[in-house]
């Protein structure tokens, strides 16, 4: 993505949107820190389930069930437009998680998807995700419907990696090689886009980059996402609900609020947390949602 053009999002009012992030732990932090780029003119609620990832083990039922609870939680606290940070809980709850929201929800499967139609010239495709999101087959179909052909490859280890802070470590970079060489090897070898099919995977992405066949693009999910967002506040102004319309606040020269929720420990998400934002995380609530 090479636009950074930063949308006008305020309302007519001068308020400023709310955009409610959620995701099942940290990772979604990555996509975090890409709206705060792409749409600074905005404030943010990010919903980390902590306690009780990974979602990757548990059923599409129990995922779904989940989601809902906790972008049901954001909406009532004022979210207006709901991003589902989390590739699992996209690839296995979205239209559930749509059918419970009264507002707008973007996911990070479809725009990473139509970004990597968009990027590549062969039609060949190489994606690379958890193990729950490769078996969903989600960006599959979201790619072949799109007329592309797609490559697959789980790599389980880079959650690990990432959440112990070897973001360059050389076992990191070892284990890379090994997946980058069995996901563009056979039939593959000619793909020419890579998709980061996991919110973690933005912290390695000099590493892969360095990787990769040089001749491939790498489309990041979670700047996908966040220009999908900046699309859509473009092209339709959010449903306020009154309860949040009737004492509009100008804000018109501060910086964008934003406040956490955490599932877990507060001040583990802190830590954690701020390695994958880029910056201080502060305002975090820990939040115990009821089952």
């Not at 809902?68 to 239209?95: D, K, P």
């Not at 099919?197 to 996908?224: F, M, N, Q, W």
Request: contains cysteine.
């Amino acid at each position: 993505m090479t636009d950074t053009h930063s949308p006008d999002v305020r309302r007519p009012d001068g308020r400023r949107p709310t955009i409610g992030v959620f995701d099942s732990g940290v990772g979604g932090l990555t996509v975090l820190a890409a709206l705060l780029r792409r749409i600074p003119d905005a404030n943010y609620l990010y919903f980390g389930d902590t306690a009780r990832l990974p979602y990757g083990s548990k059923s599409a039922a129990t995922v779904a069930h989940y989601a809902v609870g906790a972008v049901h939680y954001l909406q009532q606290h004022g979210a207006e437009l709901l991003v589902i940070a989390c590739n699992t809980a996209t690839a296995l709850a979205f239209e559930e998680i749509k059918s419970a929201s009264n507002v707008e929800v973007i996911g990070v499967v479809e725009p990473g998807a139509s970004a990597a139609a968009a990027a590549t010239h062969a039609r060949r495709v190489v994606v690379i995700g958890t193990d729950a999101t490769v078996a969903s087959h989600a960006y599959l179909r979201a790619l072949e419907a799109r007329g592309v052909s797609v490559k697959e490859k789980a790599c389980p280890l880079f959650v690990p990696l990432v959440e112990e802070g070897w973001v360059e470590h050389p076992v990191t970079e070892q284990v890379a090689r090994i997946y980058l060489e069995e996901a563009f090897s056979a039939d593959s070898r000619d793909a020419d886009v890579l998709v980061l099919g996991c919110t973690h995977y933005p912290l390695i992405k000099p590493l892969l980059g360095r990787i990769a066949p040089p001749h491939v693009t790498i489309v990041d999910s979670a700047e996908s996402t966040a220009h999908d967002v900046a699309r859509q506040l473009q092209i339709e102004p959010l449903r306020v609900s009154s309860q949040f319309a009737a004492s509009p606040q100008i804000e018109r020269r501060s910086a964008p609020r934003l406040k956490f929720f955490a599932t877990d420990s507060a001040e583990k998400f802190k830590k954690m947390g701020t390695r994958f934002l880029g910056h201080p995380v502060e305002d975090v609530l820990h939040v115990d949602l009821k089952e």
